[in-house]
């Protein structure tokens, strides 16, 4: 993932099914732990994130965020939580690709979000 830190939000990686990640979410070497619930953006960037790992660009700078609809977390999601993120591409136009992220937590829908992206 061309992410580094602070940006990279996902700590370890796991390919759990055909469109299925299971990630953990970052806890920065352990300075993030004890935080406290992550705010909604962070949420929905670490579902961006999964994108890459489900779909992973053609070239190294090929996909940016560029849109986000429906973001809703459920549960409070905290760095070190691991989630099982389900990636699954709705459509394209052009170069923008959209895609719906759903995240469960111990088989518990606790987020989930309409991204878009671009490459």
């Known amino acids: 993932m061309p ?4 940006c990279r939000l ?18 920065a070497g352990g300075a993030l732990t004890g935080t406290g619930p992550w705010p909604l953006t962070l ?8 994108i890459l ?7 190294r700078d090929g996909l940016r ?10 549960q409070p999601l905290e760095a070190g939580d691991r989630i099982e993120v389900d990636v699954t ?9 959209r895609y ?3 995240a469960r937590k111990a088989g518990a829908l606790v987020a989930m979000a309409q991204i ?3 490459s």
């Open 89 to 97: 591409a709705e459509g394209s136009f052009g170069s923008l690709r």
């Open 43 to 50: 949420v929905a960037e670490a579902l961006a994130q999964a």
């Open 10 to 27: 996902v700590e370890k990686l796991e390919i759990v099914g055909d469109g299925r990640v299971a990630i953990v979410l970052g806890t």
């Open 3 to 6: 992410h580094a830190f602070p």
């Open 53 to 59: 790992l489900v779909e992973p660009p053609q070239r």
């Open 65 to 74: 965020l560029v849109g986000l609809r429906e973001v809703e977390a459920l």
């Open 100 to 102: 719906s992220c759903r």
């Open 116 to 118: 878009t992206v671009s």
